[in-house]
């Protein structure tokens, strides 16, 4: 039986995270539960059944296994245990399993940033406003990331390391990945920036203006790479009847293919502009 598997505890995060080895064959595990670390040390045996788990999973394997071991034998214990509760709670949240390479991408930016902020210095993130428009359900778990780290090393956290978890999170559901989030992300601000430029009026990052356009760019965006643009049977009337909108709107392309290397169809363009119009609209302008 599984629960009467012996394992033996290899190195011991904190009193909820703990590495440990089969006895009888190899095979490591990581398991995080409450208070499952307490009383135990590095070399115990211990039943399965004697822990009280509420998530398991494999440390990495392939590839990137020696950068994960490599990082667990350079990061303190205790950031590696706090940040694998982090994973578990993300994962519980979504009831869905994460890239397992988010264990080395997000332990490594927690060390770093818990140094940075003990040093007294904070990194800003010029993409706070779009990050928490575009991955709303990332950034309030991200959010809960944060209020464990600050609990955990009596540590202000600043709100831009909010968005930058959020990333991590968003990259590890998403097969695109951590770069692709951050590149789509610059992508729509600066998108958003010409937008405001060319209207000549800056968008607040509250406003139901600002996260209709922050959104219909991320689909916008999916749709080009994608090849999935739709036909557009107002597209004639959309260029005679909203030309300055258009005009933006083919602005906007060029930055989209210039940046993606993709082809915006004028279809595409003419969705951009009809929206732009309803903007233009409710802002009265």
Same mark, same amino acid.
């Given at each position: 039986?599984?629960?009467?598997? =012996?394992? %033996?505890?290899?190195?011991?995060?904190?009193n909820?995270v703990?590495?440990?080895?089969k006895?009888?064959a190899e #095979?490591?595990?990581?398991? @995080?539960g409450? #208070?499952?670390?307490?009383s &135990?040390?590095a070399?115990?045996q /211990? *039943?399965?059944?004697?822990?009280?788990?509420?998530?398991?999973?494999?440390?990495? /394997? #392939?590839?990137?296994r020696e950068?994960?071991?490599?990082l667990?034998?350079? %990061?303190?214990?205790? /950031?590696?245990? /706090?940040?694998?509760?982090? !994973?578990?709670? @993300?994962?519980?949240e979504?009831?869905e $399993?994460?890239?397992q390479?988010?264990r080395?991408?997000?332990? $490594?930016? !927690?060390?770093?940033?818990?140094k940075?902020?003990?040093?007294?210095i904070e @990194?800003?993130?010029p993409?706070?406003?779009?990050?928490?428009?575009?991955?709303?359900?990332?950034?309030?778990?991200?959010?809960k990331? %944060?209020?464990?780290?600050?609990?955990?090393?009596?540590?202000?956290?600043?709100?831009?390391e909010?968005?930058? !978890?959020?990333f991590?999170i &968003?990259?590890?559901?998403?097969?695109?990945g951590?770069?692709k989030?951050?590149?789509?992300t610059t992508v729509? =601000?600066e *998108? %958003?920036?010409e937008?405001?430029?060319?209207? #000549?009026?800056? +968008?607040?990052?509250?406003?139901?203006?600002?996260?209709?356009?922050v959104n &219909? *760019?991320r689909?916008a +965006?999916e749709?080009i790479?994608?090849?999935?643009s739709?036909?557009n049977? +107002?597209?004639?009337n959309?260029?005679?009847?909203?030309?300055?909108?258009?005009?933006?709107a083919?602005?906007?392309?060029? !930055?989209i293919?210039?940046?993606?290397?993709?082809? @915006?169809p004028?279809?595409?363009?003419?969705?951009?502009?009809?929206h732009?119009?309803? +903007?233009?609209?409710?802002?009265? *302008?």
């Amino acid at each position: 039986m599984a629960e009467s598997e =012996k394992f %033996v505890i290899r190195k011991i995060f904190n009193n909820n995270v703990i590495l440990a080895e089969k006895a009888s064959a190899e #095979g490591e595990l990581i398991f @995080v539960g409450k #208070g499952i670390g307490f009383s &135990h040390k590095a070399g115990d045996q /211990v *039943l399965k059944s004697e822990l009280k788990i509420d998530k398991e999973f494999a440390p990495i /394997v #392939g590839e990137k296994r020696e950068n994960y071991i490599q990082l667990l034998e350079e %990061v303190d214990s205790k /950031v590696i245990g /706090v940040t694998e509760e982090i !994973i578990a709670m @993300v994962s519980s949240e979504l009831e869905e $399993d994460l890239n397992q390479h988010i264990r080395i991408g997000l332990t $490594d930016h !927690i060390a770093f940033s818990l140094k940075r902020i003990k040093d007294g210095i904070e @990194v800003a993130n010029p993409f706070l406003a779009e990050t928490r428009t575009l991955y709303n359900e990332e950034y309030r778990l991200a959010e809960k990331a %944060v209020e464990m780290l600050s609990e955990r090393f009596e540590l202000e956290i600043p709100e831009s390391e909010i968005g930058f !978890i959020t990333f991590h999170i &968003h990259g590890a559901r998403n097969e695109k990945g951590l770069s692709k989030t951050l590149k789509n992300t610059t992508v729509i =601000k600066e *998108l %958003v920036t010409e937008v405001e430029n060319e209207l #000549g009026q800056k +968008l607040s990052y509250e406003s139901l203006n600002y996260a209709r356009l922050v959104n &219909h *760019l991320r689909f916008a +965006l999916e749709r080009i790479e994608t090849d999935a643009s739709n036909p557009n049977p +107002l597209l004639e009337n959309i260029k005679e009847n909203f030309s300055f909108s258009f005009e933006i709107a083919e602005k906007l392309a060029e !930055i989209i293919e210039e940046k993606f290397n993709s082809k @915006v169809p004028e279809a595409e363009k003419g969705y951009l502009a009809l929206h732009l119009q309803r +903007l233009k609209r409710d802002l009265k *302008l």
